[in-house]
């Protein structure tokens, strides 16, 4: 049976082939397919938008039309405004309605003249497509037929949405997005009845809207829409009511721009022409460029007119806040400069990188002493702010107090370029010269870094604690996974203890200013932070960290102009505190005891125990192997029953003699330590006739050059080549010094040991003696122009 029907089928089909009819029918079919549905083509406006599709910013299209993209779907009271006002029937018919179109022929013949087009929603989609100015009955025929096969590519949905994104409504103003905000400065959910009314007769007229102009006409086509949405029942009573209370809009007003700067970025990112999903937060955005403009305000009197912020959750890289400079205005002031993006010298800001390499790699302990002295180290002399000196200070109190030179000091044990190869690996994307560039000053801001680049840094080290399952912390501004608007940081550069103990050590909230003075900031969350300065006042940082948020803090002039007071403590800590003021509160990082181990510690020098130390506490450390020597500063003394005199076998004999361990440090940590540390009690001096013969120079210290050091002495005007400074620390404040180069008397000094000589190019012995004949050599090198 089945055979017999498809045998008929075939049949019949056959013959239809065989007429002209089937082909001049399949040629209109296969022309109809092969018409383009409507596509708009036109450029759209860049728009940045919150996590949760709030605007925070627009720029013009590059044909001069604010057309924002389109959206995917399009606010109810505008579509059924929308709908009574243009097309009644659109989702009931394919594109063309036959009964609209007849009664617009019968009205337009009675008029005399073309009163109603009878187009659908769909047609005026592709008369918009074609941007066709002059039309004529063909080119009505020809929408028709476009309509029809708009219909056919997309769904009902889809081409409301269309149109809506491209309908014209007055100056340059495209689409119900653009519309919504330019008119009545509310995204389109929140149009009201009155307002989607008014925007849904735009279109058919879209002169209408001009201050001072039609306004009448406009008010009446809109009430009369009211009239019809209140009729149909789509409006009760009371909202119609309202409704025709409401005011039409008068000037245009101007596009929100909360994140202007990120606009920007997001242009320079590739996204021009787009509509960008960010993980930002709007408010706050908000309440984050209020604290930042709050302090401008008051920074501006002392022509401070920069400044910007950055707010990242470290457990998932999102950006929460991006203020890239402040509200300042004028172009000469630098306010359209994205700070976060921009090179700047970032003072001290890398100190916590090289504490917690240090202890990663087991050379040393979280409050280790360290040195704090006069050095000069190839003619470089740095300084700590303060221009004071500790001697020697435990390396926790020297990260959090921001000390230039211990740093130095350690930086110069690590390795300038390994160091440098750290903070590359790290995400510091400035460091692009040789590490003889940069030199020892590179972790006191001698090269450039970013607001971006360091906040990333710092977050990676807290997701190390927060985030321990990932590898890379991916840092990113924008929703998609487009790798134009993300960094990745490495999270497992430092192991988490040497990260944990640098958190710790920066959670202080008791600081000293670059001027001397203590400050106290007061936070309700325990924060990891550190402030910069750069040289010359140029910039100010402030970086903090908590388990869940970092905040990045950047004050300062754009064209690089220093004022006195731009200080990291002074101008940039407070905007920071503030901003964490506006988030959610957090607790602290958890200790990671696994990756920690106990040893006993000399309470005094924060170094594992030594044999002469006293006591000892117990300590967590670093796991692993740990490289630091033990204690050396504790001594066992001999002295008389007194206490009063050290003595020897020569003038009291060993049953006399009392044994006390000592803490005593070397003669030129100890001349500056004692000042800061009433508590140290030098060594007491040996009973008269009883001092032993000395020969190891222990009494002495040469404070610079450091030994085995390469110094260059630049000539002067005349040719003249400079003097070589030398400068030593003896126990004995009442000691002189014999100074020595290449066995040839230099200098005589006392109380001061610092002398001034003249010195060739080349390998030299510097020796110094005291008056009891006591003896300290070192070898220093003067480098030739031709070495330099």
Not at 105 to 122: E, F, L, M, R, W
Not at 388 to 399: N, R, S, V
Request: proline fraction near 6%; hydrophobic fraction near 40%; charge should be positive.
């Amino acid at each position: 049976m089945d055979k017999i029907v498809l045998q008929k089928i075939k049949n019949r089909f056959a013959c239809w082939v065989k007429r002209p009819i089937f082909w001049i029918i399949a040629l209109f079919v296969v022309a109809f397919l092969l018409l383009p549905p409507a596509r708009v083509n036109s450029p759209c406006s860049t728009v940045v938008e919150d996590a949760a599709g709030n605007l925070l910013g627009a720029v013009i299209a590059t044909d001069g039309q604010w057309r924002f993209p389109e959206a995917d779907s399009i606010p109810y009271k505008y579509e059924q405004c929308l709908l009574e006002f243009e097309d009644s029937y659109y989702y009931y018919h394919p594109g063309v309605n036959p009964i609209s179109m007849l009664r617009a022929v019968k009205q337009n013949v009675s008029a005399g003249k073309v009163k109603s087009g009878g187009s659908t929603i769909t047609m005026q989609l592709v008369r918009i497509s074609r941007n066709a100015k002059d039309r004529g009955y063909w080119d009505k025929l020809y929408e028709m037929l476009l309509a029809l096969r708009t219909e056919l590519r997309y769904s009902k949905r889809s081409i409301i949405v269309k149109y809506a994104s491209n309908a014209p409504f007055g100056g340059n103003v495209v689409g119900i997005e653009a519309a919504s905000w330019r008119f009545f400065g509310v995204s389109p959910d929140k149009l009201s009845w009155a307002q989607s009314a008014t925007l849904a007769v735009l279109p058919n007229a879209p002169g209408l809207i001009h201050p001072g102009r039609n306004r009448g006409l406009l008010l009446e086509k809109r009430n009369r829409l009211l009239k019809r949405l209140y009729d149909n029942g789509t409006l009760n009573e009371e909202s119609y009511r309202l409704s025709l209370l409401e005011p039409l809009p008068l000037q245009p007003q101007a596009i929100p721009m909360v994140a202007p700067h990120l606009l920007t970025r997001a242009i320079a990112d590739g996204y021009l022409g787009q509509r960008v999903k960010t993980t930002l937060d709007l408010p706050l955005q908000r309440q984050v460029a209020s604290v930042v403009n709050s302090h401008y305000e008051v920074l501006r009197f002392n022509e401070i007119n920069n400044a910007a912020a950055i707010v990242v959750d470290i457990r998932t890289g999102e950006v929460k806040a991006y203020v890239g400079n402040t509200n300042t205005q004028g172009d000469g002031l630098g306010g359209k400069v994205d700070i976060i993006t921009s090179p700047r010298s970032y003072g001290s800001l890398l100190k916590p990188f090289l504490y917690a390499g240090l202890l990663s790699e087991g050379n040393l302990l979280p409050q280790q002493l360290v040195d704090d002295i006069p050095i000069s180290i190839g003619g470089y002399v740095p300084q700590n702010f303060s221009r004071d000196f500790e001697g020697m200070i435990p390396a926790d109190k020297a990260l959090s107090r921001s000390l230039n030179i211990p740093f130095v000091i350690l930086l110069r044990k690590y390795g300038m370029e390994k160091f440098n190869a750290l903070v590359k690996r790290m995400g510091m994307s400035t460091i692009s010269k040789m590490p003889d560039h940069y030199g020892l000053s590179i972790i006191l801001g001698g090269a450039e870094g970013k607001l971006w680049d360091l906040v990333g840094m710092y977050s990676a080290m807290g997701a190390t604690l927060s985030a321990p399952e990932k590898d890379k912390l991916d840092l990113h501004y924008a929703v998609d996974d487009a790798d134009r608007a993300r960094t990745l940081f490495p999270t497992k550069v430092f192991t988490p203890s040497s990260c944990w103990f640098t958190m710790e050590a920066l959670s202080d909230v008791t600081r000293p200013t670059e001027d001397g003075e203590w400050r106290m900031f007061t936070s309700r969350s325990k924060v990891a932070w550190k402030t910069g300065t750069s040289f010359g006042f140029r910039d100010a940082w402030a970086v903090g960290v908590t388990p869940r948020y970092a905040v990045g803090v950047w004050v300062g002039n754009a064209g690089g102009d220093g004022r006195a007071g731009l200080m990291g403590v002074s101008v940039a800590a407070p905007i920071m505190f503030d901003i964490f003021a506006q988030l959610p509160a957090s607790g602290w990082f958890r200790k990671p005891t696994a990756d920690m181990q106990v040893v006993e510690v000399c309470p005094e020098s924060g170094m594992k125990r030594g044999k002469a130390c006293p006591s000892a506490v117990l300590r967590h450390i670093p796991r692993g192997i740990n490289k630091t020597m033990p204690c050396g500063f504790h001594r066992m003394l001999h002295l008389d029953p007194s206490g009063k005199f050290q003595v020897t076998d020569k003038c009291v004999s060993v049953s006399e003699m009392t044994i006390r361990p000592w803490f005593v440090l070397p003669p030129a940590q100890e001349q500056f330590y004692r000042i800061s540390h009433l508590g140290y009690k030098p060594m007491p001096p040996f009973m008269e006739g009883c001092e032993p013969e000395l020969t190891d120079g222990s009494s002495m210290s040469l404070i610079y050059p450091f030994a085995s050091s390469k110094m260059y002495l630049p000539r002067k005007n005349g040719g003249e080549r400079s003097l070589l400074v030398l400068k030593a620390a003896h126990r004995n404040p009442s000691a002189t010094i014999y100074w020595y180069l290449d066995e040839t008397l230099v200098g005589q000094t006392i109380t001061n040991h610092t002398v001034a000589i003249n010195a060739e190019p080349g390998r030299h012995l510097l020796t110094l003696t005291d008056g009891r004949g006591e003896s300290l050599k070192r070898y220093i090198e003067i480098l030739g122009e031709e070495q330099r």
